[in-house]
């Protein structure tokens, strides 16, 4: 049954071949769960790290030792704050940056604790006329430190308006993993960021993020 069923399927089909590691088995023309199959394990470790190439091979033979999970992972971990007054990214520069640093710590606090780190940062604002904005970037490497959350964060803030005043402020962490089992781990994928910061030339004279976050500019 398995080869007569299951073989003759995308390797898609299998729960834990997402579209990047899918790209990637039809680069070296696997494109069906028979031909992952045919590999060798070797081979696929070799390709795909010893954790994952072993898993791809166990899974094609329809071989999976992983527990049952009875809970759903969480895809993000994220923490925001309302102020109990409007801020301004200048006037409130210590305040918000403050405010900036602790989210951070406590995101990562929050992915330390539960054993995960993520490879997209992102930010919520919500201004004062309850106008809400959010920026996110993806990085090549899962991350679970205070300090890089912090740096990635900043540079998604350099993609909103903060010369208005806002009243939200939030820190967000996805694209989840458990350390150690990420196969875009080791430099062997990398992602573009959704976007890049804008250059010094670009950014206008009311641009008060640098003012904001000084180490960052």
Known sequence: DLQTLIWPLPCRKINGIGPKADAKLQGHGIRTIGELAARDKAWLIEHFGKSYGAWLHAAAWGRDDRPVVTESEPVSMSRETTFERDLHAVHDRAELGAIFTRLCEQVAGDLRRKGYRGRTIGI????????????????????????????????????????????????????????????????????????SPRSARDRSPDDHTDLLFPELG
């Open 124 to 195: 919520k604002i919500t201004y004062d006329n309850f106008e809400k904005v959010t920026r996110d970037t993806t990085i090549g490497t899962a991350i679970d430190d205070p300090a890089d959350i912090r740096r990635h964060a900043g540079r998604c803030l350099k993609r909103v308006d903060l010369s208005r005043r806002f009243r939200l402020l939030g820190v967000r962490v996805g694209k989840l993993v458990k350390p150690g089992t990420d196969p875009l781990d080791g430099g062997r994928y990398s992602e573009a960021p959704s976007a």
